[in-house]
């Protein structure tokens, strides 16, 4: 699979890997600002973006494609982010080929993923279709998130319901949502029918961990998370209080600085 990659900056390679559903344009609230030191891969994964599939795929399969990715590219070493699916793909590479790899950036992920998210009803899909067609019509719109999108899933997504996340809904969560194939959605829920837990085989990351969680989070919870911080031998765990799933997109910049203080704190994740 020949996965579409956005690159940007140079230095030592960091790639970035999104969540479902998602692409690599959605990681830019990452990469436009780490670009200034490092380079920055943030691909398509198989099934989403312009890394266009027809046929069925199982969820292992990304991790083929990303590392015949990096081959392609000539790259032997580089640090890893990812955010939710991509946190766990991450995972999934430092356990299969821990030389590669000199750190792992884990965002709203966990190796035992655990969601408190309510049943969804009518209501909700009819609001949240309403807000998200309102908002990309005009991104940010108050009106449409107090009106509409309070009511939606969004609520769920997002604690704090501000244009500025909205205006990254806009351009990055719902053109991500419609180029997600029907085979990648497959994928990942015949892959959370047979369950996923990994925390037993963490120890063997002996790398440089940071995982951040927000503590509303109902997708993957904040107790998950902080559960696979206590199984990586080397994990710095932090919790934002007040923010959901897509807190990187709610508090973009308390989200970078502490990423920015990690890696300033472990400069050999860039070597």
């Not at 990942?188 to 063997?204: A, K, P, T, V």
Request: aromatic fraction near 10%.
């Amino acid at each position: 699979m020949h996965l579409n990659v956005e690159i940007q900056g140079q230095g030592f390679p960091l790639l970035c890997l999104h969540g479902h559903p998602g692409s690599g344009r959605a990681m830019s609230v990452f990469c436009d600002r780490l670009s200034e030191r490092f380079q920055t891969l943030a691909p398509d994964l198989r099934g989403y973006g312009k890394s266009r599939f027809w046929g069925n795929f199982e969820m292992e399969d990304h991790l083929g494609d990303l590392e015949t990715l990096l081959d392609r590219l000539g790259i032997e070493r580089c640090l890893l982010l990812g955010w939710s699916l991509g946190g766990i793909l991450a995972l999934e590479l430092a356990l299969r080929s821990p030389q590669r790899y000199s750190g792992l950036m884990l965002i709203a992920t966990a190796a035992r993923p655990r969601s408190s998210h309510p049943q969804v009803n009518w209501d909700d899909l009819v609001y949240t279709g309403i807000a998200g067609l309102l908002n990309w019509m005009a991104p940010g719109w108050q009106w449409n998130i107090d009106t509409f999108g309070r009511r939606s899933l969004f609520r769920y997504l997002v604690s704090q319901q501000t244009p500025a996340t909205y205006r990254f809904l806009a351009s990055d969560a719902v053109p991500a949502y419609l180029q997600t194939s029907r085979a990648a959605h497959s994928a990942l829920e015949r892959s959370l029918r047979r369950g996923y837990n990994r925390l037993d085989d963490l120890h063997q990351l002996q790398l440089p961990c940071l995982l951040l969680a927000g503590q509303e989070d109902r997708h993957i919870t904040a107790r998950a998370s902080l559960e696979t911080a206590q199984c990586l031998p080397q994990c710095e765990w932090h919790c934002y209080k007040d923010v959901a799933h897509l807190f990187p997109w709610e508090i973009p910049q308390a989200v970078l600085n502490t990423i920015e203080q990690w890696l300033d704190a472990h400069p050999q994740v860039a070597s």
